[in-house]
C-alpha cells in the first residue's frame, strides 16, 4: 500500500487504528479452544467485527512464532484473511548484518519465501544502515524503525545524549530519526514512538513532518489518544495508533467480538473528531 493510499484509507475510514493482533492461545475464550485453528478463528472474528473501524493489522509475530508451525499457519491464514484495503505491519521488530537482515525481509515481504507478504515490518535501528537497506530494497514494502518505544526501558538506550558537534547535543532516538530519514523517503519509512512519550511527540514530529508514525501504547499501556492526536497528526493522518489487548480481549466470553467492536469503535470516534479538525 503506498503512502497516498494510506492516508486515504485514513480519510475515508475516519481513523487511524491498527488493531495488534497479540493473539495469546492461553488467553482465548473457552469456547473457542476446541476448533482445529483457534487462534486464526479469533483473529478472523476480531478482523470482521473491526475491519470497517481499522486502517492497519499488527499481528506481533511473537505470539505466532511461540506456537510453532502451528502457529506460523495460523499467521499465514490471517494474514491472507485481512482485507486489501487495510495495512499489514509483521511486527517482527529484526535487524541484523546485511545478509541475514536479506532474508528476514524475504520472509516478511517475499510471497514465495516463507508464503507471507505484508506491507511492512517493524525493524531494530541498533546494528545500523547495512541492517535496514536489505528491507527497503522491496519497492512499494515499508520499514518501520523503533525510534522512541512506549516501555521503561526506551530510557535506558533510546534517551542517551550523544556528542553532536557545535549544535549540541542530541538523544539517541533523534540521532535515529534524523539518520535514518537519508536511508528512505517517507514513502517507505515510518517510526515507531509510544503513546506513552508525549511529552517528546511534537519534537520528534518537527524532526519528521511527514513520515508517518506507529504510535502503540494506548489502552492496555495507558497512553492517551487525545495527546498522541493533537501532537501527531498530519495533514496526510500521519498515525497508525496500535491497540492490542484491550481490544482483543476486552471480554473472555461469547461477545468477544461485538466487546472488541465497541472497543475499537470508541478509538475510532475520537480519531474522526480530530481527523475533523484537520482537514
Ligand atoms: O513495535 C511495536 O508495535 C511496539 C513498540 C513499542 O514501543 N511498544 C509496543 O507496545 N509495541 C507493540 O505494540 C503492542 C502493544 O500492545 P498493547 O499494549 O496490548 O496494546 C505489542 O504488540 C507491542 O509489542
Known sequence: MTYSELSDQIFQKQSYLCVGLDTDPRK??????????????FNKAIIDATADLAVAYKPNIAFYEAQGPAGWESLQKTLDYIPENCFTIADAKRGDIGNTSDLYART?????????????????????????????AYDGKWVILLALTSNPG????????????????????????????????????????????????EQIRKLAPDNFLLVPGVG????????????GLTKSGGLLVNASRSILYASSGTDFAERAKDEAKQLQQEMAQHLSSIR
Open 28 to 41: 482465548l475464550p473457552s469456547h473457542l479452544r476446541t476448533e482445529t485453528d483457534p487462534v486464526f478463528t
Open 108 to 136: 516478511f515481504f517475499d510471497l514465495t519465501a516463507a508464503g507471507l507478504s505484508f506491507d511492512s515490518v517493524t525493524v531494530a535501528p541498533y546494528m545500523g544502515s547495512d541492517s535496514v537497506l536489505p528491507f527497503l
Open 154 to 201: 526506551s530510557a535506558d538506550f533510546q534517551r542517551q545524549q550523544l556528542q553532536r558537534g557545535p549544535l549540541g547535543h542530541q538523544a539517541l532516538f533523534e540521532a535515529v530519526i534524523r539518520t535514518a530519514q537519508t536511508w528512505a523517503t517517507p514513502d517507505q519509512l515510518m517510526f515507531v514512538v509510544g503513546a506513552t512519550q508525549t511529552n517528546e511527540l
Open 220 to 231: 492496555a499501556q495507558g497512553g492517551s489518544l487525545d495527546d498522541v492526536s493533537r501532537l
